[in-house]
């Protein structure tokens, strides 16, 4: 026995302990239909006991066909329904941090229409009345940004560097975290962001209590990928929620959801609209065919869900 609990021990010390289990989440889609490509209307929500996992931000199938991008906004059939800056706001730009491989830059709109405030710290610096946050990394061709923050409410976008025949990519689904609320849409109560240059990480303190990280990796030309950490998990309420268009499979920032069921050999997939509800340790939300809309946007992994 002894020297089986030595083997074992030298194995651990040699290897590592072994890997985790992957959770099973629960997928739950809320989507609807709409005529319009500026329209959030695809709404993803995952619940469940997982604590722990990554998000990607992919390229897309189509991205080795792109010759012209198609990233303009398109307003066909759209109602507008957010209020305007008022008359005489400005926009001012705030560096909240820069150093040799990135800079983190904030927003700030006097008379926005939105009065809440969420402080972000860096380092010994806070900063207030942000609405928007984007971070760039330093690349031979100038700084990209690659992702950006809306602290009043909690959405992020991520984008991973663009092929080098581009100059960048486009921007497509949004995702949240955290203990997610619904109204007229969803969003993340946050009370204070922390911002930690050396680890490239973010650390958010939700309204009601908890918190999560969300630690940045160096993009690439195949993705962006985030490490999420959150202090405990969600109970009642979505824990991650992607949000994204869909008009049809040709005009769309998302048109399928791919998922590895629990146990399963295999992925599992459906469209957009057609899916209803799945149990995954990972999946995915993209497109297998060019969209005439953000044509670049990156598909969004999201997995292995852990304890």
């Not at 969003?187 to 990280?213: C, H, M």
């Not at 202090?231 to 005009?251: D, H, I």
Request: glycine share 6%; charged share 25%.
């Amino acid at each position: 026995m002894k020297r089986f609990a030595a083997a074992a021990a030298l194995a651990i010390i040699a290897y590592g302990p072994a890997l985790a289990e992957p959770l099973a989440v629960k997928l739950s889609n809320k989507s609807h239909p709409t005529l319009c490509a500026e329209d959030d209307n695809v709404q993803i929500d995952v619940r469940g006991a997982a604590k722990r996992f990554t998000l990607e931000a992919r390229q897309p199938a189509a991205i080795g066909t792109i010759v012209v991008d198609s990233t303009a906004p398109d307003f066909t059939d759209c109602i507008t329904k957010d209020e305007p800056p008022q008359p005489g706001s400005e926009r001012l730009r705030v560096t909240l941090h820069e150093d040799e491989q990135s800079i983190l830059v904030g927003y700030r709109v006097t008379g926005f229409w939105r009065r809440a405030e969420v402080p972000l710290k860096v380092r010994d610096t806070v900063t207030h009345q942000l609405q928007l946050v984007q971070l760039f990394i330093k690349t031979p061709k100038g700084p990209y940004e690659y992702l950006v923050l809306y602290p009043l409410d909690g959405y992020w976008r991520a984008r991973p560097l663009p092929p080098a025949r581009l100059d960048q990519v486009a921007y497509g689904t949004s995702f949240l975290v955290g203990p997610i609320e619904q109204t007229e849409r969803p969003f993340v109560p946050l009370k204070e962001i922390a911002y930690d240059p050396q680890l490239r990480r973010f650390t958010l303190q939700f309204e009601k209590g908890g918190s999560a990280t969300l630690t940045v990796a160096t993009p690439t030309e195949q993705a962006a990928k985030i490490d999420v950490s959150l202090a405990s998990a969600v109970q009642g309420k979505p824990f991650l929620t992607f949000r994204s268009m869909y008009v049809t499979e040709s005009n769309a920032d998302s048109a399928r959801v791919e998922w590895k069921s629990p146990g399963a050999k295999g992925w599992r997939e459906a469209p957009v609209m057609q899916f209803k509800s799945g149990e995954a340790t990972s999946f995915r939300l993209g497109r297998v065919v060019p969209s005439r809309h953000n044509t670049s946007a990156p598909d969004m992994f999201a997995g292995p869900f852990l304890k």
